[in-house]
């Protein structure tokens, strides 16, 4: 994977791990023994949220095969949750995070999902591991994951990246630049800086992939806030600043 520029005060990991749980691309729920994958189609994606006991509410289709295995085990069944974060851009090394969850699935009796969507079940989790652009965490804690924020950007972060991948490409590519002309900024392979690309975005700040002429040159830079965001609505002025920064003379440049 393409390594950050420089070390920026990272998220803990039960809030990178909640987020990636609440707002990754995809989840896929496996149940140990049950050979779900072999049948045909997809193996059966499900939505997941966390409950404030640290349980994880999975809805699934009331016609998939989780929900009828579920149905007719009266003990809990040990199963698997891997949840998939893929970068909203395209991107080399698109794939952003990984969570691991296993634990015990049973019903999740007299709790009613959205009207319609499916059925709900239950995964008491005894065992998290986290691999994600921060780095890799095994063994985290379900107690601190149940009381851990997710990142207050998520929900809006699809919809920003991709809005500065199509409309503020140049202002990119002079954050990249600044990233690499900085004396002690990331060693990059020599040639000339072809794109930069969004791939993150959280409320501490900003992440871009630089690519260089050469397709093996791929290297993370992060740029921070001058402050952590609470909100989406605290976006707009956050990255006036960055971009600003950006377009600043070299000798007022600064990280933070």
Not at 20 to 33: H, M, N, T, Y
Not at 154 to 165: D, F, G, K, P, S
Not at 212 to 218: F, N, S, W, Y
């Amino acid at each position: 994977m393409p390594q950050p520029a420089r070390r920026s005060p990272s998220p803990t990991a039960a809030e990178r791990a909640r987020t990636l749980l609440e707002f990754g691309s995809s989840a896929v729920l496996d149940i140990r023994g049950a050979d779900l994958t072999a049948r045909p189609g997809l193996p059966p994606q499900v939505r997941c949220t966390l409950r404030p006991d640290g349980s994880v509410a999975v809805l699934v289709g009331r016609e998939s095969a989780l929900h009828r295995i579920a149905a007719l085990t009266r003990t809990p069944l040990t199963a698997e949750l891997d949840c998939v974060d893929v970068a909203p851009v395209a991107v080399p090394h698109r794939i952003r995070g990984r969570l691991q969850a296993q634990g015990l699935l049973t019903r999740a009796p007299g709790e009613t999902p959205p009207a319609g969507e499916g059925v709900l079940l239950r995964l008491d989790i005894d065992h998290l591991a986290l691999d994600d652009l921060w780095g890799a965490e095994c063994c985290l804690d379900p107690a601190e994951l149940a009381a851990a924020d997710a990142d207050p950007v998520a929900a809006e972060e699809t919809r920003l990246l991709q809005h500065l991948a199509t409309a503020h490409t140049d202002q990119l590519l002079l954050l990249g630049a600044r990233a690499l002309d900085r004396p002690d900024g990331p060693p990059f392979p020599a040639g000339r800086l072809r794109d930069v690309r969004p791939i993150a975005l959280d409320r501490r700040g900003l992440r871009l992939r630089l690519l260089g002429a050469d397709p093996a040159a791929v290297l993370d830079a992060r740029f921070d806030f001058h402050h952590p965001v609470d909100h989406p609505d605290d976006l707009p002025d956050a990255m006036h600043r960055l971009f600003a920064r950006a377009t600043a003379p070299a000798t007022r440049v600064t990280d933070r």
